[in-house]
């Protein structure tokens, strides 16, 4: 195995990880909310009379968090390797999963493997196995 050095950006990903666990510490410190993405955007739609607002909020700063980012470095540069049609298609995947699973991987990956739940542990390692999967069929078996 080899690492791809020029792209290998270990301090930037620690420095973001940090963040993401700060911003689910203080959700759920000061306002008893779990940092599950799907959830909280799943809660706008209907929105709820008086709990619309800080979602909102929440998915806001994370939308404006590249645009805070690019003021200190520049933005990586996109390369997607696929059409349009596979992006809706593993968006409609990605959705019904999180229907299914009862949360995203924010939800079970970071706050609910943080409490040590077992639902969100075995909800993580199938999220992590099955992506491991889709990986080596997409790039290995697949050609």
């Keep these: 195995m080899t690492i791809d050095w020029i792209h290998f950006t270990p301090w930037t990903a620690l420095f973001g990880g940090m963040l993401i666990g700060l911003a689910a510490a203080l959700l759920i410190l000061f306002n008893g909310r779990v940092a599950g993405i799907s959830g909280i955007l799943g809660g706008l739609l209907p929105p709820s009379r008086g709990d619309a607002a800080w979602r909102a909020l929440f998915l806001l700063g994370l939308m404006l968090a590249p645009l805070a980012w690019s003021a200190v470095r520049p933005l990586p540069v996109l390369h ?9 298609a593993a968006g409609l995947l990605v959705g019904i999963g999180t229907r299914y699973g009862s949360g995203c991987t924010s939800g079970h990956g ?34």
């Excluded at 390797?81 to 992006?87: D, Q, R």
Aim: glycine share 14%.
């Design 110 to 143: 970071v706050c609910g493997m943080a409490r040590l739940s077992p639902r969100s542990i075995v909800a993580t390692c199938a999220f992590v196995a099955v992506g491991f999967v889709t990986v080596y069929l997409m790039r290995h078996a697949g050609g």
């Design 80 to 88: 997607i390797e696929v059409g349009h049609g596979m992006l809706v």
